[in-house]
């Protein structure tokens, strides 16, 4: 079995992290109550270090993927 590696930009990854972050809190944690409305919209420094730390540690794991073409 051959892989091939498949080098992702980080900026994209990046971005697209964060969507999904702000599509989360928005869609789930907002609604159930676990996440304060006011907190969220005001981008408090607490919530922006948290986020950077997940972003920047996903964009870590999946920066590089390695695929079998052939499965």
Known sequence: MVLRTIDTDPDILRQAINDGI?????DVLLPSGLVDEERFECAEPELNMTRR????ATVKSWQQSQFDDEA
Do not use: A, D, F
């Not at 702000?22 to 928005?26: D, E, G, L, W």
């Not at 730390?53 to 920047?56: A, F, L, N, T």
């Open 53 to 56: 730390k997940v972003v920047e």
């Open 22 to 26: 702000n599509r989360y809190i928005r």
